[in-house]
Nanobody, 121 residues
Framework: QVQLVESGGGLVQAGGSLRLSCAAS????????MGWYRQAPGKERELVARMTTSGRTNYADSVKGRFTISRDNAKNTVYLQMNSLKPEDTAVYYCNAVGRLYSYSPMDNYWGQGTQVTVSS
C-alpha cells in the first residue's frame, strides 16, 4: 500500500506564506500526476494545483499568481508554495498522486490524510 505523507500546514495571518510538502511512503513504479486539492467546511473538494511528470501545470483560478506547485520526480515528492494567503484559503489540503504501483499495475489514485491550513484575517 502507498501512503502520501503531508507536512507544512498550520495557522497563518492573511498575507502570510506556507509551504506544503508531500512524499510517497514507498517506491512507486511511476507517477503521472501529483497535485493538491482542498476542502473547506461545507464545500466539495476542489483542485488547487497539479503537475505532470513533464512539468505541465494546472491551477485553480482562485490561486493563480499566489500559489506555486513543484515536484521532485526522483523523490516522488510534491510541494505547494502558498503566498499572499487569504482567509478563503482556509481548508484541509490533500495531496494526490495518479500512478502505477508496479509496471503491471493499473493506474490508481492515491491520497494523503490531509493537512489543515487556517488563515486568520
Amino acid at each position: 500500500q502507498v501512503q502520501l505523507v503531508e507536512s507544512g500546514g498550520g495557522l497563518v495571518q492573511a498575507g502570510g506564506s506556507l509551504r506544503l510538502s508531500c512524499a510517497a511512503s514507498r517506491r512507486i513504479f511511476s507517477i503521472d500526476v501529483m497535485g493538491w486539492y482542498r476542502q473547506a467546511p461545507g464545500k466539495e473538494r476542489e483542485l488547487v494545483a497539479r503537475m505532470t511528470t513533464s512539468g505541465r501545470t494546472n491551477y485553480a483560478d482562485s490561486v493563480k499568481g499566489r500559489f506555486t506547485i513543484s515536484r521532485d520526480n526522483a523523490k516522488n515528492t510534491v510541494y505547494l508554495q502558498m503566498n499572499s494567503l487569504k482567509p478563503e484559503d482556509t481548508a484541509v489540503y490533500y495531496c494526490n498522486a495518479v500512478g502505477r504501483l508496479y509496471s503491471y499495475s493499473p493506474m490508481d489514485n492515491y491520497w494523503g490524510q490531509g493537512t489543515q491550513v487556517t488563515v486568520s484575517s
